[in-house]
T-cell receptor, first 109, second 115 residues
Framework: AQRVTQPEKLLSVFKGAPVELKCNYS??????LFWYVQYSRQRLQLLLR??SRESIKGFTADLNKGETSFHLKKPFAQEEDSAMYYC???????????FGTGTRLQVFP | EAGVTQFPSHSVIEKGQTVTLRCDPI?????LYWYRRVMGKEIKFLLH????????ESGMPNNRFLAERTGGTYSTLKVQPAELEDSGVYFC?????????????FGAGSRLTVL
């Protein structure tokens, strides 16, 4: 069965420090991977997806099929990055998203 | 453009009662999804509508849950009778059919508390 694992429930860093939110998945086929973010008192929203190979708000994520990982990285964290981050997977050609349990990122001033 | 709207934002009911949650997707979005987050656990897929048809309802927990999308516009999710373990936040999302990976727009969620 497909599964998404986010091993850290909470990640705390100081402003300006690098950030890496870990995401590992299990799926034997070709996955499509996403990062969703929920800021305080806001809705869950798409941050980025692996097929776009884009950088959003300074965040990047690279799909590593060998390690079955899709870690989210940012070189210099900002206070406004504090939020709940969810990694999600969908199987090729399906619409169903499988989410991880989420990681709360706290960026201190 | 109006986003995905969910009602009510919070519902508190007693075990055995019935609750109906409503979702209005973004106009023109054929795809509508229901997800649920139970405290401390991951956000789990419940079902997916394409227009008025149920494309995938593999995540529905049991027959106490009934989802409808008459006319392919808004959707309702009814829980009858509610149990304690149904407490959680129910999210609705919608997307356009782009032929590629889904890009979901989520509503604010409906928090259900069953006492």
């Amino acid at each position: 069965a497909q599964r998404v694992t986010q091993p850290e429930k909470l990640l705390s860093v100081f402003k300006g420090a690098p950030v890496e939110l870990k995401c590992n998945y299990s799926y034997s086929g070709s996955p499509e991977l996403f990062w969703y973010v929920q800021y305080s008192r806001q809705r869950l929203q798409l941050l980025l997806r692996h097929i776009s190979r884009e950088s959003i708000k300074g965040f990047t994520a690279d799909l590593n099929k060998g390690e079955t990982s899709f870690h989210l990285k940012k070189p210099f964290a900002q206070e406004e990055d504090s939020a709940m981050y969810y990694c999600a997977l969908s199987r090729y050609n399906t619409d169903k998203l499988i989410f991880g349990t989420g990681t709360r990122l706290q960026v201190f001033p | 453009e109006a986003g995905v709207t969910q009602f009510p934002s919070h519902s508190v009911i007693e075990k055995g009662q019935t609750v109906t949650l409503r979702c209005d997707p973004i106009s023109g979005h054929d795809n509508l999804y229901w997800y649920r987050r139970v405290m401390g656990k991951e956000i789990k897929f419940l079902l997916h509508f394409v227009k008025e048809s149920k494309q995938d309802e593999s995540g529905m927990p049991n027959n106490r849950f009934l989802a409808e999308r008459t006319g392919g516009t808004y959707s309702t999710l009814k829980v009858q009778p509610a149990e304690l373990e149904d407490s959680g936040v129910y999210f609705c999302a919608s997307s356009q059919d782009t032929g590629g990976p889904p890009v979901l727009t989520f509503g604010a969620g409906s928090r259900l508390t069953v006492l």
